[in-house]
Protein backbone atom coordinates (compact mmCIF):
# COMPACT_ATOMS: atom_id res chain seq x y z
CA UNK A 1 0.00 0.00 0.00
CA UNK A 2 1.61 3.12 -0.81
CA UNK A 3 1.49 6.42 0.87
CA UNK A 4 -1.02 8.99 0.43
CA UNK A 5 -1.08 12.28 -1.47
CA UNK A 6 -0.75 14.47 1.29
CA UNK A 7 1.69 12.05 3.33
CA UNK A 8 3.80 11.91 -0.07
CA UNK A 9 3.57 15.88 -0.84
CA UNK A 10 4.57 16.64 2.88
CA UNK A 11 7.55 14.27 2.60
CA UNK A 12 9.08 15.66 -0.49
CA UNK A 13 8.73 19.11 0.46
CA UNK A 14 10.71 18.27 3.53
CA UNK A 15 13.59 16.12 1.57
CA UNK A 16 13.63 18.99 -1.05
CA UNK A 17 14.47 21.36 2.27
CA UNK A 18 17.15 19.20 3.64
CA UNK A 19 18.50 18.90 0.19
CA UNK A 20 18.33 22.71 -0.32
CA UNK A 21 20.01 23.17 3.14
CA UNK A 22 23.11 20.60 1.76
CA UNK A 23 23.33 21.89 -1.54
CA UNK A 24 24.25 25.33 0.64
CA UNK A 25 26.25 23.37 2.77
CA UNK A 26 28.10 21.93 -0.20
CA UNK A 27 28.68 25.42 -2.03
CA UNK A 28 30.16 26.56 0.66
CA UNK A 29 32.66 23.53 1.14
CA UNK A 30 33.42 24.55 -2.56
CA UNK A 31 34.18 28.37 -1.29
CA UNK A 32 36.60 27.04 1.07
CA UNK A 33 38.07 24.10 -0.86
CA UNK A 34 38.77 27.14 -3.61
CA UNK A 35 40.49 29.74 -0.54
CA UNK A 36 42.70 26.98 0.57
CA UNK A 37 43.64 26.49 -3.74
CA UNK A 38 43.93 29.77 -3.64
CA UNK A 39 47.13 29.78 -0.54
CA UNK A 40 48.51 26.39 -1.73
CA UNK A 41 51.33 26.96 -4.36
CA UNK A 42 50.69 22.88 -5.30
CA UNK A 43 48.54 22.40 -8.56
CA UNK A 44 46.80 19.55 -7.78
CA UNK A 45 43.56 20.10 -9.07
CA UNK A 46 42.03 21.34 -5.87
CA UNK A 47 40.34 24.59 -7.53
CA UNK A 48 38.94 22.54 -10.16
CA UNK A 49 37.59 20.19 -7.49
CA UNK A 50 36.21 23.54 -5.69
CA UNK A 51 34.37 24.67 -8.28
CA UNK A 52 33.05 21.28 -9.30
CA UNK A 53 31.56 20.97 -5.91
CA UNK A 54 30.24 24.54 -5.92
CA UNK A 55 28.39 24.13 -9.22
CA UNK A 56 26.88 20.64 -7.96
CA UNK A 57 25.54 22.70 -4.92
CA UNK A 58 24.49 25.09 -7.00
CA UNK A 59 22.41 22.38 -9.35
CA UNK A 60 21.38 20.62 -6.18
CA UNK A 61 19.79 23.94 -4.48
CA UNK A 62 18.00 25.11 -8.22
CA UNK A 63 16.98 20.97 -8.43
CA UNK A 64 15.47 21.30 -4.70
CA UNK A 65 13.34 24.68 -4.96
CA UNK A 66 11.61 23.47 -8.04
CA UNK A 67 11.07 20.33 -6.05
CA UNK A 68 9.13 22.23 -3.37
CA UNK A 69 7.24 24.15 -6.31
CA UNK A 70 6.21 20.84 -8.39
CA UNK A 71 4.86 19.13 -4.61
CA UNK A 72 2.98 22.58 -3.69
CA UNK A 73 1.61 23.18 -7.18
CA UNK A 74 0.88 19.44 -6.99
CA UNK A 75 1.85 19.83 -11.01
CA UNK A 76 2.34 16.40 -13.15
CA UNK A 77 4.44 17.76 -15.65
CA UNK A 78 6.55 19.46 -13.33
CA UNK A 79 6.73 16.31 -11.15
CA UNK A 80 8.13 14.63 -13.87
CA UNK A 81 10.95 17.21 -14.90
CA UNK A 82 11.79 17.34 -11.31
CA UNK A 83 12.05 13.22 -11.18
CA UNK A 84 14.14 13.39 -14.69
CA UNK A 85 16.54 15.95 -13.13
CA UNK A 86 16.96 13.87 -10.06
CA UNK A 87 17.71 11.05 -12.52
CA UNK A 88 20.69 13.35 -13.98
CA UNK A 89 21.38 14.40 -11.17
CA UNK A 90 22.27 10.85 -9.43
CA UNK A 91 24.16 9.76 -12.34
CA UNK A 92 26.27 12.95 -12.16
CA UNK A 93 26.64 12.71 -8.36
CA UNK A 94 27.82 8.68 -9.38
CA UNK A 95 30.47 10.08 -11.87
CA UNK A 96 32.06 12.60 -9.68
CA UNK A 97 32.04 10.50 -6.72
CA UNK A 98 33.57 7.53 -8.88
CA UNK A 99 36.17 10.43 -9.99
CA UNK A 100 37.06 11.38 -6.52
CA UNK A 101 37.55 7.71 -5.51
CA UNK A 102 39.98 6.91 -8.31
CA UNK A 103 41.78 10.64 -7.31
CA UNK A 104 42.15 8.62 -3.98
CA UNK A 105 44.06 5.94 -5.42
CA UNK A 106 45.95 7.79 -8.53
CA UNK A 107 46.10 11.29 -8.56
CA UNK A 108 47.82 11.85 -5.29
CA UNK A 109 50.68 10.12 -5.49
CA UNK A 110 51.05 11.13 -8.97
CA UNK A 111 50.62 14.83 -8.53
CA UNK A 112 51.42 16.19 -4.76
CA UNK A 113 54.14 14.16 -5.27
CA UNK A 114 55.42 15.61 -8.47
CA UNK A 115 54.14 19.19 -7.38
CA UNK A 116 56.51 18.91 -3.76
CA UNK A 117 59.65 17.79 -6.13
CA UNK A 118 59.08 21.48 -7.58
CA UNK A 119 58.87 22.99 -4.72
CA UNK A 120 61.96 21.26 -2.93
CA UNK A 121 64.20 22.55 -6.18
CA UNK A 122 62.60 26.11 -4.55
CA UNK A 123 63.58 24.80 -1.38
CA UNK A 124 67.00 24.48 -2.53
CA UNK A 125 67.65 27.57 -4.16
CA UNK A 126 65.75 30.05 -1.93
CA UNK A 127 64.98 28.59 2.10
CA UNK A 128 61.34 29.00 3.31
CA UNK A 129 59.79 27.65 -0.04
CA UNK A 130 58.15 25.05 2.34
CA UNK A 131 57.43 27.05 4.81
CA UNK A 132 53.85 27.83 4.41
CA UNK A 133 53.28 23.40 4.63
CA UNK A 134 55.51 23.19 7.47
CA UNK A 135 53.60 25.63 9.45
CA UNK A 136 50.36 24.82 8.48
CA UNK A 137 50.56 20.85 8.62
CA UNK A 138 53.14 20.86 11.28
CA UNK A 139 55.05 18.88 9.19
CA UNK A 140 59.29 18.99 7.87
CA UNK A 141 60.82 18.78 4.79
CA UNK A 142 59.27 16.74 1.91
CA UNK A 143 59.87 13.12 3.20
CA UNK A 144 61.08 14.07 6.78
CA UNK A 145 63.88 15.68 8.50
CA UNK A 146 66.54 14.00 6.83
CA UNK A 147 65.43 15.95 3.78
CA UNK A 148 67.55 19.10 5.08
CA UNK A 149 69.91 16.73 6.93
CA UNK A 150 71.01 15.71 3.57
CA UNK A 151 71.55 19.27 2.33
CA UNK A 152 73.32 20.41 5.49
CA UNK A 153 70.66 22.93 6.25
CA UNK A 154 69.66 23.23 9.85
CA UNK A 155 66.72 22.62 10.37
CA UNK A 156 64.07 25.66 9.94
CA UNK A 157 62.18 26.61 12.92
CA UNK A 158 58.68 26.10 10.77
CA UNK A 159 59.99 22.57 11.80
CA UNK A 160 59.34 23.38 15.30
CA UNK A 161 56.50 23.41 18.15
CA UNK A 162 56.13 27.04 19.19
CA UNK A 163 59.35 27.50 16.60
CA UNK A 164 61.89 26.01 19.36
CA UNK A 165 64.16 23.85 18.07
CA UNK A 166 66.17 23.81 20.77
CA UNK A 167 63.77 20.49 22.61
CA UNK A 168 64.12 17.59 20.43
CA UNK A 169 60.44 16.76 21.01
CA UNK A 170 59.32 20.15 19.54
CA UNK A 171 60.35 18.68 16.15
CA UNK A 172 58.16 17.90 13.51
CA UNK A 173 59.12 14.22 12.12
CA UNK A 174 56.48 13.54 9.23
CA UNK A 175 57.33 14.39 6.31
CA UNK A 176 54.49 17.73 4.65
CA UNK A 177 53.96 15.04 1.30
CA UNK A 178 52.31 12.55 3.12
CA UNK A 179 50.60 15.32 5.55
CA UNK A 180 49.25 16.84 2.74
CA UNK A 181 48.41 13.75 0.78
CA UNK A 182 46.11 12.77 4.22
CA UNK A 183 44.61 15.90 4.02
CA UNK A 184 43.40 15.81 0.42
CA UNK A 185 42.68 12.21 1.03
CA UNK A 186 39.98 13.26 4.26
CA UNK A 187 38.42 15.99 1.76
CA UNK A 188 37.85 13.48 -0.97
CA UNK A 189 36.52 10.94 1.57
CA UNK A 190 34.16 13.62 3.18
CA UNK A 191 33.03 14.50 -0.19
CA UNK A 192 32.25 10.91 -1.49
CA UNK A 193 30.23 10.35 1.79
CA UNK A 194 28.08 13.34 1.53
CA UNK A 195 27.67 12.35 -2.18
CA UNK A 196 26.69 8.70 -1.23
CA UNK A 197 24.25 10.49 1.33
CA UNK A 198 23.15 12.82 -1.16
CA UNK A 199 22.20 9.78 -3.77
CA UNK A 200 20.12 7.49 -1.80
CA UNK A 201 18.21 10.37 -0.36
CA UNK A 202 17.21 11.62 -4.03
CA UNK A 203 16.56 7.99 -5.15
CA UNK A 204 13.94 8.42 -1.76
CA UNK A 205 12.85 12.00 -3.39
CA UNK A 206 12.35 10.79 -6.52
CA UNK A 207 10.07 7.54 -5.30
CA UNK A 208 8.47 10.04 -3.71
CA UNK A 209 7.76 12.44 -6.76
CA UNK A 210 6.29 9.59 -8.44
CA UNK A 211 4.02 7.91 -5.69
CA UNK A 212 2.39 12.12 -5.72
CA UNK A 213 2.48 12.22 -9.47
CA UNK A 214 0.46 8.80 -9.38
CA UNK A 215 -1.86 10.36 -6.94
CA UNK A 216 -2.29 13.37 -8.22
CA UNK A 217 -3.20 11.63 -11.95
CA UNK A 218 -5.59 8.97 -9.72
CA UNK A 219 -7.44 11.94 -8.83
CA UNK A 220 -7.17 13.73 -11.81
CA UNK A 221 -9.02 10.56 -13.91
CA UNK A 222 -11.60 10.19 -10.40
CA UNK A 223 -12.58 13.91 -10.94
CA UNK A 224 -13.15 13.30 -14.84
CA UNK A 225 -15.68 10.58 -14.26
CA UNK A 226 -17.62 12.57 -11.99
CA UNK A 227 -17.79 15.19 -14.77
Excluded at 175 to 186: M, R
Aim: glycine fraction near 8%.
Amino acid sequence: MGLGKTTAKHLLLLLNFIFTLLGIVLIAFGIFVLVSAANNNIDHGESLAGGLIITLGIIIVVISIFGCLAAIHESRKKLIVYIISVIVLILLQLILAATASQGTKDGLSGSVHDGFEELWKYELKEPGALAYYENWLHCCGVNNTDDYHRIQHDIPRTCCKDRNCQIVDNIYTEGCQSKFESYLSGKLLMFSVVSWILIIGEIFGAVLAWMLYSSVKNESRRNLRWM
